[in-house]
């Protein structure tokens, strides 16, 4: 697929969102966030796209780290069916960003997992460490970070996302990744050794341990 930016992804993909969903009534002027999650999860299909265009950035950016850069796009859009499909499961318990990303982490998850990669990605040789290259002097910390994520093995990569960019615990990790939580612990401060060796730490705040 031919990459493209998250803002003609949104162009595009609403389009074709909308050609897959019952039309409906226009929300009503001044309908806030809830108002628009309520009105989609009752087929609501212009408070959905207004859903679609406030968080496809977040979500975006989230595939494209999670995935290190390969079909980002198609995975994205994967995410908004699969949330027009599960809306009506959402039950208000959690924000609905927080509800949105934890699906979005599972479709990518999905979408790369099978037991024998898996069982490969969390056990690879210590080899890994030469794969990256020397710091560039782009002087841009957050382009070198992406560029450098994509260089980590799937496993690492995913770790440090959900860990230290998405929040997440490492016992719900583990949950997600079907992995131990020790796993997840060995993984993080293995992705993040590697960082820095491609990360100055002149350039941000530091990676810790």
């Known amino acids: ?21 019952p039309q409906s009534a226009t929300p009503q002027a001044g309908a806030g966030a809830a108002d628009f999650v309520a009105l989609a999860a009752g087929g609501d299909v212009r408070a959905f796209e207004q859903l679609y265009r406030t968080h496809l950035p977040r979500v975006h950016s989230l595939v494209r780290r ?46 790369f997992r099978t037991e024998a990669t898996r069982r490969q990605r969390m056990h690879e040789g210590e080899d890994v460490f030469e794969i990256l290259a020397a710091p560039r002097a782009t002087g841009d910390l957050a382009m070198d970070l992406d560029t450098a994520l994509t260089k980590l093995p799937d496993g690492a990569r995913e770790i440090f996302v959900l860990h230290d960019v998405e929040g997440f615990k490492h016992h719900e990790i583990a949950t997600m990744l079907e992995i131990s939580a020790g796993t997840s612990k060995a993984q993080l ?6 960082l820095r060796k491609h990360l100055r730490p002149a350039q941000g705040a530091p990676i810790t341990t």
């Open 66 to 111: 999670m995935a290190g850069g390969r079909d980002t796009d198609e995975i994205t859009q994967d995410v908004f069916v699969r949330v027009w499909q599960k809306l009506g499961t959402f039950r208000g318990d959690s924000a609905f960003a927080t509800w949105l990303h934890r699906l979005a982490v599972n479709v990518v998850i999905e979408r």
């Open 189 to 194: 401060h293995r992705a993040r050794m590697m």
């Open 1 to 21: 697929m031919r990459a493209v930016t998250a803002t003609s992804l949104m162009l595009t993909g609403a389009t074709r969102l909308h050609a897959q969903m």
